[in-house]
């Protein structure tokens, strides 16, 4: 666990990292200064009023799990997820947003996303603020869900492509382009 205070910065950069565990960031900001930074960690837990900066480098974790007021930047990395989690603070940077397996609840608004998310086979984005997913290209092989019924979202995202497997479903729409190749 990391807990430093508020504007305090723990710098990680050790890419032969083997950690399994949770990374759990409690305080303060996390940035990384190497691919795989935070190891193999099972999950990324953000707490309130915390950051972590990918500083353009690239992390698998198995899940997210980003509090209300915390920020994950992806800041040219690249993020993969394998298992889903929940994000209800800011996604922000450019790159990618992987999200090769699980469920990804995304409650939170993410305006400064540019970031490139891309839905693999096994996987469910639900996405449940019309920023959610920032401005970025969605690419979904998986199922996207918009909204609910009592809650519609309409997507800002300017490019949603569907494969020949991938599903966009639920309550809203999308404000840019939608190819379907499916």
Not at 76 to 87: F, I, P, Q, Y
Not at 116 to 136: F, I, Q
Request: hydrophobic share 30%; charged share 15%.
């Amino acid at each position: 666990a990391f807990n430093s205070q508020k504007d305090e910065t723990v710098s990680l950069s050790n890419q032969n990292n083997d950690y399994t565990g949770v990374t759990d960031i409690r305080g303060g900001n996390v940035l990384m200064n190497s691919d795989s930074a935070l190891g193999q960690t099972s999950e990324i837990r953000l707490a309130t009023d915390t950051r972590l900066d990918m500083n353009g480098h690239s992390q698998t974790a198995g899940k997210l799990n980003g509090a209300a007021g915390s920020v994950l930047n992806i800041n040219g990395g690249n993020l993969t997820l394998t298992e889903g989690g929940v994000s209800a603070g800011i996604l922000s940077g450019n790159g990618a947003l992987n999200v090769s397996g699980g469920v990804l609840d995304i409650t939170g608004a993410s305006s400064a996303l540019t970031a490139t998310t891309t839905v693999g086979e096994k996987a469910t984005v639900k996405v449940h603020d019309n920023d959610a997913l920032g401005t970025g290209t969605v690419n979904t092989a998986g199922t996207l869900i918009l909204g609910k019924t009592d809650s519609p979202v309409m997507l800002a995202s300017s490019q949603v492509n569907i494969t020949e497997n991938g599903t966009l479903s639920g309550y809203g729409g999308v404000s840019g382009n939608v190819t379907n190749s499916g």
